[in-house]
């Protein structure tokens, strides 16, 4: 089994930056990727961005392209995703999973990003 734990969330002024950090622990070369998603109130949980374990290849959705780095450290079984240029619109809960095959799993408790304008 898989626990995921994210932190690095907090409260930021619009332009500013954080960096979430998701630690793996257990048998997470079980999954072959890691992802970030994030939930506001009253939305659907939306699929951030998210890096395979093995190789180069990174997805982002639209709304973050050029502003958010999706990156990982396999010595470390650790995710981390670096928010430039932080907008009131990226304010959600932050959740990290691992994803076997087609499904999404193992997800962690989330982490709080609230940006103010």
């Known amino acids: 089994q898989v626990q995921l734990v994210e932190s690095g969330g907090g409260l930021v002024q619009a332009g500013g930056s954080l960096r979430l950090t998701c630690a793996a622990s257990?048998?997470?070369?079980?999954?072959?990727?890691m992802g970030w998603f994030r939930q506001a109130p009253g939305k659907e949980r939306e699929h951030v961005a998210s890096?395979?374990?093995?190789?180069?290849?990174?997805y982002y959705t639209d709304s973050v392209k050029g502003r958010f780095t999706v990156s990982r450290d396999n010595a470390k079984n650790t995710m981390y995703l670096q928010m430039n240029n932080l907008k009131p619109e990226d304010t959600a809960v932050y959740y990290c999973?691992?994803?076997?095959?087609?499904?999404?799993?193992?997800w962690g408790q989330g982490t709080q990003v609230t940006v103010s304008s």
């Open positions: 999973a691992a994803r076997y095959g087609k499904t999404w799993g193992n």
């Open positions: 257990g048998r997470t070369f079980r999954s072959d990727a």
């Open positions: 890096v395979i374990w093995a190789g180069t290849h990174k």
